[in-house]
């Protein structure tokens, strides 16, 4: 405990001061008592264009060891805390994996890893999202308003990124990741002429889906160019000019390939400036960086126009050609064939291959779950795979229990405290021990947080939740491989049955979806006004309205999901198996007392192995029979001979609901039926897994009826959730590919 910070807090003078004042200034206090270690050998660094941090006051009192105390101390003077729950999250990422980046920087201070963060101080964070008739409305996200306490601008520490046709300045903005050490996220925000500071301006709007391809290519060197300069040059202060030990001191973490260019500068300085050779230069470059590969959706594999970048950044566009051309002289003398090579290669045709590129300089390459780390080797990259099969690794995502637990749930963690005795917080492995047949006070704890979650809806949203209802949870990004149109569907199935009184002793459930759909993804956007369509078709029907209620809370945000995974009953993770890379939402959900209702994929899959089939609803095709059907898969044929699938999917049609004229729904209908772009009829398989879907949920709602029973269920998920801290898999990067020690 940090007694000098609360002498200082007690003296702390709030009196006459507004809000925003107070936050400041008690941020400011506490930011006096974090100093970044510079701890002097090997470190590792992890290069993301995503950072989705969330709040930054409670987690850092949390770590500071002071949260408690402070609290008291500060409602003396008439300073509420939660009251900073006003301030906007940063969110400077657009989902899973900006939020991982988060995680993972939590995990290593916490464990006192040296790994410090580089990525960019965007303007405006993820849009902020409103609905207006039940379609997204999109705003900035403006998310500096109240200040940030946390970050420290790094005047002197500024450097000059040159693109072709202009130079743009990286200011540094350090902001303290603390834990048992104290690491550092270092920003970069880009400075100088009206076009320099357009590159910070917005967060890329896409997580799949390609626009403003030239920003976003001078977004991922500035943040290359800004890292790589930096840890040159300090290197070279204290080791000299000569290259040859950087690998030893240096572990890069490239984030997907969003920031792969880094490759291609460091190639590039170490040649042009410090007279390395450039097969040197290559050879060091496949000793530092590590790649994570974070999806296997074609569409959101990077592949860059090589004449675009050679417009505004021809001597990296060099680079990579470059190491094209020694890629192909070391894959010749492995025979490897010219159909392998092209499988391989950088430069394909016009294009480069970013992945490609990450995979060939990349010592480690990895996947991010069990099952998505081998179709990366086996559908992915299957070549390089033959050749080069010890780059490839598993490391399965984790998320910290810190904010996931500790911080978004204290009731639970105090029940912990109680039946565990506090150790269980620096050592999960105690979860295991926990006695899952004494349900009494986690089903009171289960309630309490549902009672805040609701109020929370009520004030955010103006939604009054059903009192005693089981809560049902999609929170994620909008994507077609998500499924939320599935879980649309099922309600209505659900809704059709109940109202046909088809379905008996039901429980009062509530579904609740949280998501933002990419600015520029049509029919993300068409499903979220189906939803609320649904919604309020569902939550006016008098006949059904006590039973049944569908709610889609907007701007879906890391503080929204702090309240929701303490909420919720079922965790619903649907993806149609093989497209979920990981998932880390339903970690957080199991390790606060839920039941996953879901497909075998991602996570899922071990989720499933450590708390046991018997504790989650698992249903739908397997990885292994979505790739049999993918050839003859005809979802057609079964519309014609499933009644109940073809009615759900008809209302998108049949005058049911109303799309306002934008066409929404017909797109949607298509997309199932006919087919558009270049994929087949219901790609993602929503009627092969949907009756299975109903069927499941309506089980949970049977079980549901054994409070108990169903309670043991969910504490055997808390039991198990250990395994997915990322305290575990950051001691797995430690330990299979950065070679770093702890403290
Ligand atoms: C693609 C093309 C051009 C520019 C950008 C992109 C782009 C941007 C963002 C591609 C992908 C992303 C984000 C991907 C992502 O968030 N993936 C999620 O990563 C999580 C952490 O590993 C996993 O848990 C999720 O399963 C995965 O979907």
């Not at 409670?58 to 060891?65: K, M, P, T």
């Not at 805040?452 to 909008?478: F, M, N, S």
């Amino acid at each position: 405990m940090n007694t000098k910070l609360l002498q200082d807090l007690k003296d702390y003078d709030a009196a006459g001061k507004d809000i925003k004042t107070q936050y400041t200034e008690i941020s400011e206090l506490c930011m006096k008592y974090i100093t970044p270690e510079r701890r002097e050998g090997r470190r590792a660094y992890y290069l993301s264009i995503e950072y989705l941090m969330g709040r930054m006051f409670h987690n850092n009192l949390l770590e500071l060891g002071v949260l408690e105390e402070a609290e008291k101390i500060l409602s003396e003077k008439g300073v509420k805390i939660s009251d900073f729950e006003e301030v906007e999250d940063a969110a400077l990422g657009n989902g899973g994996l900006g939020r991982l980046a988060a995680c993972f920087l939590d995990s290593a201070a916490g464990c006192a890893y040296p790994l410090d963060g580089y990525g960019i101080r965007y303007k405006y964070g993820l849009f902020k999202q409103k609905f207006e008739n039940g379609e997204q409305a999109e705003s900035a996200d403006d998310w500096l308003t109240w200040g940030d306490p946390w970050s420290v601008r790094r005047e002197n520490e500024k450097r000059v990124v040159h693109f072709a046709d202009m130079d743009v300045t990286a200011v540094p903005y350090d902001m303290p990741i603390v834990g048992k050490s104290v690491n550092t996220l270092r920003l970069f925000y880009a400075e100088g002429s009206e076009q320099a500071q357009k590159i910070c301006e917005y967060l890329y709007p896409a997580d799949d889906t390609e626009e403003g391809k030239l920003l976003r290519i001078r977004q991922e060197y500035f943040l290359s160019a800004a890292a790589i300069g930096e840890l040159a040059e300090r290197y070279v202060r204290k080791y000299g000019r000569s290259f040859n030990r950087f690998s030893e001191y240096h572990s890069l973490q490239l984030n997907d390939t969003h920031a792969v260019m880094s490759v291609a500068e460091f190639i590039r300085l170490l040649t042009k400036d410090y007279g390395v050779s450039f097969a040197r230069a290559l050879d060091i470059a496949k000793h530092t960086f590590n790649y994570t590969n974070h999806t296997i959706l074609p569409e959101a594999l990077e592949c860059w126009d090589y004449a675009l970048m050679e417009k505004i950044l021809p001597e990296i566009a060099a680079v990579f050609k470059k190491i094209q051309s020694y890629a192909v002289r070391e894959w010749k003398r492995k025979n490897c064939t010219k159909e392998e090579i092209a499988a391989m290669s950088v430069l394909q045709g016009r294009r480069l291959s970013m992945a490609n590129a990450a995979v060939y300089v990349g010592e480690k390459v990895n996947g991010v779950a069990a099952i998505h780390s081998e179709l990366v080797k086996r559908n992915l990259f299957p070549v390089a795979y033959k050749y080069y099969p010890d780059k490839f690794q598993n490391v399965t995502n984790g998320i910290t229990q810190r904010r996931w637990l500790m911080l978004c749930n204290r009731e639970l963690s105090a029940l912990l405290d109680k039946k565990l005795t506090p150790a269980w917080r620096e050592d999960m492995a105690r979860l295991e021990t926990l006695d899952t047949t004494d349900t009494a006070e986690f089903i009171a704890v289960k309630a309490e947080k549902k009672k805040q979650l609701a109020e929370y809806i009520l004030r955010h949203d103006g939604v009054k939740l059903l009192d005693g209802a089981i809560v049902y949870a999609q929170v994620k990004r909008l994507h077609e491989y998500k499924r939320q149109l599935m879980t649309a569907f099922a309600i209505l199935r659900i809704y059709y049955d109940l109202k046909e009184g088809k379905l008996k002793d039901f429980h009062p459930s509530v579904f609740l979806f949280g998501a933002k759909a990419a600015s520029g993804y049509f029919r993300a956007k068409g499903i979220i006004k189906y939803l609320n369509e649904i919604a309020r078709l569902v939550n006016g029907d008098e006949q059904t309205n006590k039973l049944l209620q569908v709610v889609f809370v907007q701007n879906y945000n890391v503080s929204y999901a702090e309240k929701i995974v303490a909420g919720t009953d079922v965790s619903l993770q649907v993806s149609t198996a093989g497209f979920e890379a990981s998932g880390t939402g339903n970690m957080k959900f199991m390790l606060n007392g839920a039941v996953t209702c879901g497909t075998m994929d991602g996570a899922n899959i071990e989720i499933i192995e450590h708390a046991g089939k018997e504790n989650n609803y698992i249903f739908g095709a397997s990885v292994e029979e979505i790739e049999r059907l993918k050839d003859t898969y005809d979802p057609n044929e079964i519309l014609s001979q499933n009644a109940d699938v073809k009615r759900v999917c008809d209302t998108l049609t049949d005058g049911t609901f109303s799309d306002g004229g934008k066409g929404y729904f017909k797109e949607l209908h298509d997309s199932l039926t006919v087919g558009a772009h270049w994929h087949k009829p219901d790609h993602y398989f929503i009627f092969r897994d949907l009756p299975e879907y109903v069927d499941a949920l309506i089980k949970v709602n049977r079980d549901y009826g054994d409070k108990a029973a169903f309670a043991q269920k969910q504490l055997e998920n808390t039991a198990h959730a250990a395994f997915f801290s990322s305290d575990r898999s950051i001691a797995e990067y430690a330990e299979k590919i950065w070679n770093i020690v702890k403290k």
